[in-house]
T-cell receptor, first 112, second 116 residues
Framework: QKEVEQDPGPLSVPEGAIVSLNCTYS??????FMWYRQYSRKGPELLMY????GNKEDGRFTAQVDKSSKYISLFIRDSQPSDSATYLC????????????FGRGTSLIVHP | EAGVTQFPSHSVIEKGQTVTLRCDPI?????LYWYRRVMGKEIKFLLH????????ESGMPNNRFLAERTGGTYSTLKVQPAELEDSGVYFC??????????????FGPGTRLTVT
């Protein structure tokens, strides 16, 4: 069983839709939860991170962490064609661990 | 401020040849990390430099991979001799804080390595 599971997609939605991206994990030591956006031929760019459980909102993006279920989500409201990219979840343990464990990424396509 | 840069953007070599990848971190960042993404798999950690010292090289796959960071600025990752399974995208990241947290790392655009 992989430590982090993420459906690679692709996920195709119309412009303006609400997008839900998800990851599950098995390591209960994970405390930091990150979402990265990666455009084609570019490196991962940090979108949001959350420490422990709860929600975090930044503009059209909302990150949720449910540690009891070992499940994290990223919601994108009013999706735009410019949101088309691969979205990677990543996690790391507390105690100064700086090595993230990544999911495989979900390819998102927002069509006009 | 310039971001993390990597060179070349794409390299195609034959099995058995040598390739050297270069990473220039963000100016002032003492921490430099190498990661790799093999086709269809997740990004995986290779190693971590603090200045010129290797802090953690637990992710290096085998002794065909040699990473250096002379002078504590840019880093090179040499693969010698390259094998087919080395194909993938090699990312470099840097951060200012030690030991730093995962979300404090800034990634470069990656070098796509194709071994034929």
């Amino acid at each position: 069983q992989k430590e982090v599971e993420q459906d690679p997609g692709p996920l195709s939605v119309p412009e303006g839709a609400i997008v839900s991206l998800n990851c599950t994990y098995s390591n209960s030591a994970f405390q930091y939860f990150m979402w990265y956006r990666q455009y084609s031929r570019k490196g991962p760019e940090l979108l949001m991170y959350t420490y422990s459980s709860g929600n975090k909102e930044d503009g059209r993006f909302t990150a949720q962490v449910d540690k009891s279920s070992k499940y994290i989500s990223l919601f994108i409201r009013d999706s735009q064609p410019s949101d088309s990219a691969t979205y990677l979840c990543a996690m790391s343990a507390s105690g100064g661990s700086y090595i993230p464990t990544f999911g495989r990424g979900t390819s998102l396509i927002v069509h006009p | 401020e310039a971001g993390v840069t990597q060179f070349p953007s794409h390299s195609v070599i034959e099995k058995g040849q040598t390739v050297t990848l270069r990473c220039d971190p963000i100016s002032g960042h003492d921490n430099l990390y190498w990661y790799r993404r093999v086709m269809g798999k997740e990004i995986k950690f290779l190693l971590h430099f603090v200045k010129e010292s290797k802090q953690d090289e637990s992710g290096m796959p085998n002794n065909r991979f040699l990473a250096e960071r002379t002078g504590g600025t840019y880093s090179t990752l040499k693969v010698q001799p390259a094998e087919l399974e080395d194909s993938g995208v090699y990312f470099c990241a840097s951060s200012q804080v030690f030991p730093g947290l995962a979300h404090e790392q800034y990634f470069g655009p990656g070098t796509r390595l194709t071994v034929t």
